[in-house]
């Protein structure tokens, strides 16, 4: 039988990939642009800020179905505000081939570590103690991270930024501060050190 938590996670893990798959998808067809990017984390600052003291429909009953609860009420839709902030950033910042491999590389491998965590995850965290990440949910993470991001750029490339990337997610780093997130530090972190091997190597 599939457990109440399992079910949350793998809802809001969907999204996640929904979410990263239509980013993905739209910019790499040049369909959506640095400005509308821009436009959209306004309208989710704006939206964050009336719906911590008001009820609006549609949106606060996703909320309600998919926000975990210690960030419902102070900072609802915080995964979600943090996943387009990171996407933009590593858009505008990098070359199109490494950013759109690194948002692939926090949509999978962030996503497919906490399922399989879940499922199969026997083994904590053997770098971080008290953790709730598992050994088996970052193996599953980077290598559907690795697989993924090749669709834009090599095997070895790929392999090595989603291995030390999600290595670093295991960490939780997130939990030092609200402000940090998975979805903000993922794709920048990806996009720097894949980035890093491309001028090394030239």
Known sequence: MVSKKLRFELKRKIIHIILGLALTTLLYNDLLSTT????????????????????????????DQFERTEYRKDFPGKGTFFFVLGSSLTITIFP????????????????MSAVFGLIIGKTRNPWREKSKKTLEGTLAGIVCATITATIFIPLLHAAFASTLVMTLE????????????????????????????VLYLA
Do not use: M, R, W
Request: net charge negative; charged share 10%; aromatic share 6%.
């Open 170 to 197: 295991s960490l939780d780093l997130q939990k030092k501060s609200i402000f940090l997130d998975d979805n903000l530090l993922i794709p920048i972190l990806s996009a720097v050190i894949l980035q890093s091997i």
């Open 96 to 111: 199109k081939e490494i950013a759109l491999a690194s948002i692939l590389i926090l949509t999978f491998g962030d996503s």
């Open 36 to 63: 509308a990017l821009i436009l959209g984390l306004i309208c989710g600052i704006l939206l964050i800020l009336i719906t911590k003291y008001a009820h609006i429909p549609l949106f606060s009953h996703a909320l």
